[in-house]
Each structure stands twice: as structure tokens, then as C-alpha cells.
């Protein structure tokens, strides 16, 4: 089979969905490669790298297999004919997706959002990928925009506390921010309304704070709260948040808008030139206040909600989504063709378009 991988047109999107060293594996399984020019260019990787390890540069979108990063905008959809197949981020909860002209063009397409979280597919698993980019990004945000250190400074001019940082929602991107923001010396807490959560957090060396509202739901994630859940919930926060430097907030629940944790109030209890990095702004922001995509200050508190942080790593993001998306493709492969086996149920879970079929 021949693989095409595209150059991304989004704004902002750096990564790109297969990087060189990856494509030796792929060669060696029967399959060819073709990059589109300046694929890598975001990466800051050069065609000259993907010529080097084994793939040509020529055009991707006549190749049986698309590989992408971010989901197809519509011109992209209408260079893809029937019989293709398509593996990227595809949002397939999104309500405008780009499903059903996938469908409708007859291309078969594998969403990396929906492969089961299940041990044998971690290594597919991109959203965990990014989400410990995010995770990671989040913190160094946070200490940019911050006014005060991070760790505990003892010098002849005095000594500095060090910051406390608090973390709400700690699935994979959570648990990232918490243990990058302990490397940096702060004092981390977490919290979580799945209680198995609680282990997790202490192992890497944070507080665990208990609110009392177990809201684990299926699957291993979090259902969404009742209304009188909500409101007990935004009370408990707004008294624990006051002591904190810095928060870092990660809640999310599927296909429903971000929770609002962190109310107007509890940003005014805040002391000036305290920090919150939102991450749920793609989904409305987990904080009353933010505004998607900006950094704002109100009350003296800067509120940053940066989108796409692993798209400001491409360099690394690239690198493991890459592995994500040759693992996928390597479960396909049969002889060096595109076979999928669709009674094995990450194929048939991350397939979202299927001939006859949704
Ligand atoms: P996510 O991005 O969907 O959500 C982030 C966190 O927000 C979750 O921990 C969730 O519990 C929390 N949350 C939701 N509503 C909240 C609220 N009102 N208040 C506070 N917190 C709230 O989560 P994720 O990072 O995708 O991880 C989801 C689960 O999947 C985790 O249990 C993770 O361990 C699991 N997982 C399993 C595998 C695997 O076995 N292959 C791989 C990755 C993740």
C-alpha cells in the first residue's frame, strides 16, 4: 500500500502525522511512503530527512492511505475519493465534523479520538500522547505567566516560598501538569472526581483533595455532575482555590461542554498576579472567566487558555503521535495491504466510516 502524508493547513498546527524515523518500520512492512512538500516543514524537519529515510516527495492525496494530524477542512475532503482511507483526529463528537462528507465520498476513515482506551491499544492511543504535551505545556505557561517562582529560593536577598499549584482534573494531561510543576519545585495538589484518582495524584509526590463528590462514570471517565452537585462543587472550590498560586485546570467530560469549576468569585479570591491556564477552552473552559484562545486578567488574576499546545511542541508531539498512527496502520496491514480485520474491536471502534455503514 502507499501511505500519503500531508502537510497541515490549519493555523497554528505544527505537527505533522508521521516523522522520518519512524518510516523505516513502514517500509520494511511492504509499504511505500509519499510526503507532500514541506509535510514536515512545521516540525521544523526538512523533505531532504523524509528522502533520506526511504519516502518520496510527491503528492499524498492520491495515496490508498491519508495519514493527518488535525480533522480534513472541506477542500481536503474533496481531494479524497472513494476507496481511500483516512487516519487522523477526525472529531468524531464534534456536532460539524466532516463525518458524514467522509461518508458521503465513500472514504473509509479510522478517528484516533476513537480508539478504546483499552491496555492493548496504548500504544495507538493519541489522545493520551498530546494530552501529556498539553500536560506539560500547561505548567511552563503558567510560569511564564506568572510573577512569582516556582520553587523555593534561598538567597542572600531573602527567601522565596515556593508557589503552590493546583490541578483540577487529573486524567492523563493532569497528571503531567502535576508532576512538571513538582519538577519545578512547587507545592502540587490534585483533584479529581473519580476517586481512584487519589493514587495516582500521590505518586507523583502531590496532595490529593477530597471534595466528597464521586462522579466516576463509564469507561474510566467522569460523568457529569448534577445541578446540585455543580453548585456544592463550585462552593468546595471557590474556598480551596483562594490559597493557591497557580491552577491548572484539565476537566473534561465526552461530548459534553467543559464543567465550570471555577466560578467568577472564586477568581476574585484570588490574590492578585495569581495564575489559571485553562485547557478546556476547546470545549467552552473549565473557568467562568476564560476566553478561548486568549489570555485575559481580571481581578489581577491572568486566566491564559491557550488551544492546541501540542501543536507548539511539534517536534516531539510528532513523534509520538507518529508511533500512534503507525501502530494503527501496522494492525491494518496485511502483506503490505490495507486488509482491516474489523471483528478486532480497535478497528472497528476507531473505524468511522465504513462502506455501508456509519
Ligand atoms: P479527560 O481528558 O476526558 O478528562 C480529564 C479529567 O477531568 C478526568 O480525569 C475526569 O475525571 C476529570 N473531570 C471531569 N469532570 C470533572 C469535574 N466536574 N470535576 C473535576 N474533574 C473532572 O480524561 P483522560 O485524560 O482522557 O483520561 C480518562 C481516563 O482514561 C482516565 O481514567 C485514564 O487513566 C484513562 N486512560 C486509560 C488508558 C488505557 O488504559 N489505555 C489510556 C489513557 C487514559
Known amino acids: 500500500a502507499r501511505v500519503g502524508v500531508v502537510r497541515e493547513s490549519n493555523a ?39 528522502e533520506a529515510a526511504g519516502a518520496r516527495i510527491g503528492d499524498p492525496w492520491s495515496a490508498e492511505v491519508v495519514v493527518k494530524v488535525a480533522p480534513p477542512n472541506d477542500a481536503e475532503v474533496a481531494r479524497l475519493s472513494a476507496g481511500q482511507t483516512l487516519i487522523g483526529f477526525l472529531a468524531p463528537r464534534d456536532a460539524v465534523n466532516q463525518i458524514g462528507k467522509l461518508k458521503a465520498a465513500g472514504v473509509q476513515a479510522f478517528a484516533m479520538e476513537a480508539i478504546p482506551r483499552i491496555s492493548r491499544a496504548q500504544v495507538m492511543d493519541a489522545l493520551s500522547s498530546q494530552a501529556n504535551v498539553a500536560g506539560y505545556k500547561a505548567v511552563l505557561v503558567a510560569a511564564q505567566d506568572s510573577t512569582r517562582f516556582f520553587p523555593m529560593l534561598t538567597t542572600a536577598a531573602g527567601t522565596v516560598k515556593p508557589a503552590t499549584a493546583l490541578v483540577l482534573g487529573v486524567g492523563v494531561a493532569g497528571l503531567q501538569a502535576l508532576a512538571t510543576a513538582k519538577r519545578l519545585g512547587a507545592r502540587t495538589t490534585g483533584y479529581d472526581v473519580r476517586p481512584e484518582v487519589a493514587d495516582q495524584v500521590r505518586s507523583v509526590g502531590a496532595r490529593w483533595l477530597d471534595l466528597g463528590i464521586d462522579a466516576a462514570g463509564e469507561g474510566g471517565y467522569a460523568r457529569e455532575l448534577t445541578e446540585d452537585e455543580k453548585a456544592a462543587q463550585q462552593q468546595a472550590l471557590e474556598d480551596a482555590i483562594k490559597g493557591f498560586d497557580v491552577v491548572i485546570t484539565t476537566a473534561l467530560v465526552p461530548g459534553r461542554p467543559a464543567p465550570r469549576l471555577v466560578t467568577a468569585a472564586a477568581v476574585a479570591g484570588m490574590r492578585p498576579g495569581s495564575v489559571i491556564v485553562d485547557l478546556a477552552g476547546e470545549t467552552g473552559g473549565n473557568c467562568e ?26 517536534e516531539h508531539a510528532s513523534e509520538l503521535y507518529s508511533k500512534n498512527v503507525a501502530a494503527l496502520l501496522e494492525l491494518m496491514l496485511s502483506e503490505g495491504r490495507i486488509a482491516p480485520d474489523f471483528d478486532d474491536r480497535v478497528l472497528a471502534d476507531s473505524c468511522v466510516t465504513r462502506e455501508g455503514e456509519s
Not at 488574576?301 to 507548539?312: G, H, K, M, R
Open 289 to 314: 472567566l476564560t476566553v478561548p484562545g486568549q489570555t485575559v486578567v481580571e481581578h489581577g488574576v491572568t486566566i491564559a487558555s491557550p488551544l492546541n499546545l501540542p501543536a507548539t511542541m511539534p
Open 12 to 50: 497554528g498546527e505544527r505537527r505533522v502525522a508521521l516523522v522520518p524515523k519512524i518510516i523505516a518500520g513502514l517500509l520494511k512492512q511492504g509499504v511505500e511512503v509519499v510526503v507532500e512538500a514541506g509535510a514536515g516543514a512545521g516540525a521544523l524537519i526538512p523533505d531532504a530527512a523524509y
